[in-house]
C-alpha cells in the first residue's frame, strides 16, 4: 500500500467517525399551547435526565415550539413552567440513539404554585421521522463480538 493510500484511507476514517458522534443521541421537541389550544410564547421548558441528573433548558418561541437537541439515551422528566399557569410535569419519557421525540406540552390555566404531574412512557411510534432505532443496553455492548478492522492493526 502505498502513503497517498494509507492517508486516504485514514482520512475517510476520521470523517466517518466524526458523523457517527452525532448519531448517539436524540432529541425531544414539540409545541407549547393553552388550554385553546393557542401557542404559549416564553414558556421554559426543563428536560432532567432522571439517571445523571443534567438538565437542558429551552424557551418555547412565539409560534410555542421549543426544542432540546443532542440528548443522551436514558429516562428523562419535562417540566414546563409559566406565570398564570399550572407548573406541568412528565415523567418517565425515554429517549434512543437518534429518538426525534415531539412531545406536545398542554398547560392548564391556574395558580402559580401548582404543579400537574403526568407518569408515562413518551409514544412507541415516533411520529416527527420514519427513522428506525434500537436501544442497546450495557449487557448488549459487553456481549457483541468486536470487529477489527484489517487498515487498523
Known sequence: MSANSIL????????AAATLEGQESGSIAGQVTDPAAA????????????TTGA????????????RVPQLAPGTYSI??????????????VTVRVN???????????????????????APVVNTATSQVSTAYNKEWVQDAPVRRSPILI
Open 8 to 15: 486516504s484511507t485514514f482520512v475517510v476514517l476520521l470523517i
Open 39 to 50: 401557542a404559549v410564547t416564553s414558556a421554559a421548558v426543563t428536560i432532567r435526565s432522571e
Open 55 to 66: 438538565s437542558f433548558s429551552a424557551i418555547s418561541d412565539q409560534t410555542g415550539f421549543y
Open 79 to 92: 417540566t414546563v413552567a409559566l406565570t398564570g399557569f399550572r407548573t406541568l410535569k412528565l415523567e418517565g
Open 99 to 121: 429518538d426525534r421525540l415531539r412531545i406536545d406540552l398542554h398547560l392548564e390555566v391556574g395558580q402559580v404554585n401548582e404543579t400537574l404531574t403526568v407518569t408515562g412512557q
